[in-house]
């Protein structure tokens, strides 16, 4: 099993990021819709019509989001991710730690979080 750690600095206010991360018409405008999330812990979410689908395990509040990941099509076991975030002058940091990943995905899984989620939430924010 391997892991991915990454870094994103997105020029945009700490709660708007993090509104990118719950708020399932934001979710659908980067692209990781359609979606079902809440801002809950133990809450059951899916996106990508539920091609991907996990858990939130623990949530504080511009803070930190800590979930339980499944692929629909090839994982027994879940592969747990953590996102930290801090704001920095105009700008929010986000760090994303993704455990647990089978040997055979991880290449695809870090391309994934560049082309699909975190860069076009950094995308999508910067725009606006």
């Known amino acids: ?11 945009a206010p700490l709660n708007q990021v993090w509104q990118a991360f719950f708020d399932p018409s934001v979710i659908d405008k980067w692209g990781g819709g359609p979606a079902v999330m809440a801002e809950k812990e133990n809450f059951d979410f899916s ?9 939130n395990l623990k949530i504080v509040k511009h803070k930190s989001l800590v979930q339980d990941w499944f692929d629909s099509n090839k994982w027994i076991e879940p592969s ?3 996102f930290t975030f801090r704001s920095d002058g105009d700008s929010t940091v986000v760090d994303l730690l993704q455990e647990n990943i089978p040997d055979a995905s991880v ?3 870090d391309e994934g979080w560049k082309d699909f989620y975190l860069g076009p939430i950094k995308e999508l924010l910067e725009q606006a």
């Open 107 to 109: 290449q695809d899984i």
């Open 1 to 11: 099993m391997q892991k991915i750690n990454q870094k994103y600095t997105i020029k």
């Open 47 to 55: 996106l990508w019509g539920g091609e991907i689908h996990g858990t």
């Open 80 to 82: 747990r991710v953590t």
